[in-house]
């Protein structure tokens, strides 16, 4: 089976992308499995790598040589390279952010026809929109963390001022970019002059800020995964891990660029309280749409009451990402895991036709 990897991507979290299909392809059963490895460089274009050449990079650089590639709209896919053509069975989109994990390419291959591991369209946007996903959840009696939004043109009236937001959650709150990836555009407010200077910057590029109480607590993580068992969908929860940040809180720079973070897999909680993460976070998952994988974040607070931070449809797969870490300790290896994905993407498009 012809596998079609994309990585890198034009999002901020490029690096990580790469570092996480390395990972994946490395895991990958090679006597199943071929993999055609297209990386996306931060500007867009779409270059092929030969297995060699993909584990000496860090990041897909653009060349102006760099062969043609094209898709072919088809009932049986067909990918064209320098007048070969390979017939593609299935893609594994490890594209981190904006235009990998917010649909985009889901809708790209939704429309050649073509398997995919992961959430579908629908599911990949909701989930990217860290509003409408506190909306759903809400809908279904989850707990999320309180939150209030604030537009740009609110933001811009000559009455506006930070005291509402203050008065309802108390300093510190989060500002958040609503179509940030994980981390990504997350701002800890501690004093009332930040407002300003944090919010400028942030409606440069959004319409929407999200503004969040602190939760105080411990910040637990758990992954979720759809088997394909008896020719029907059976989801799965990994044990919860916890992690324990140096930094001020779990920004982009301590999830990936330092190794001070320190994480507990499997964390150390009761069982009681273990199976109550473990149903929510299917419960969770399912109330969104995903399907195959996702990482549910959440915070538990001394009273061990359970809140949804957010959902990560495509979560890192470095080597110590906690996604892959959670199966292992609940199991689960990583080409096992990488496999169980790639069936559950091939049962997804044959229940479908």
Known sequence: ????????????????????????????DLQKHTPILVGISPTGQWRLFSLEDFFKIHRVEDLDDTPPISLQFSKHPLLHIEGETLPIHCAFPILHGKAGEDGCIQGLLESFHIPYVGCDVESS????NKILTKIVLAQANIPITPYQTLTRHQFQEANFSPQEYIDTFDLPVFIKEPHGGSSIGVSKVSRPDQFYSILKDLFQHENTALIEKTIIGREIECAVLTSIQN????????????????REFYDYTAKYLEDTTQLDVPAHLPKELVHEIQSLSIKAAKTVGCFGLARIDFFLTKD??????????????????????????SGMDTPQLIENLIQS???RKESTL
């Open 1 to 28: 089976m012809n596998i079609l990897i994309f990585f890198g991507g034009i999002s901020p979290e490029h690096e990580i992308s790469v570092i996480s299909s390395q990972t994946v392809v490395k895991n990958i």
């Open 345 to 347: 993407a091939f049962y």
């Open 231 to 246: 020719d029907s969908i059976h989801w799965m929860a990994s044990l919860p891990g916890e992690i324990i940040p140096k």
């Open 304 to 329: 061990n009451h359970i809140v949804v931070n957010e959902i990560n449809t495509i979560p890192g797969f470095t080597s110590i990402s906690m996604y892959p870490s959670l199966w292992r300790a």
């Open 125 to 128: 946007s909701l989930c990217m």
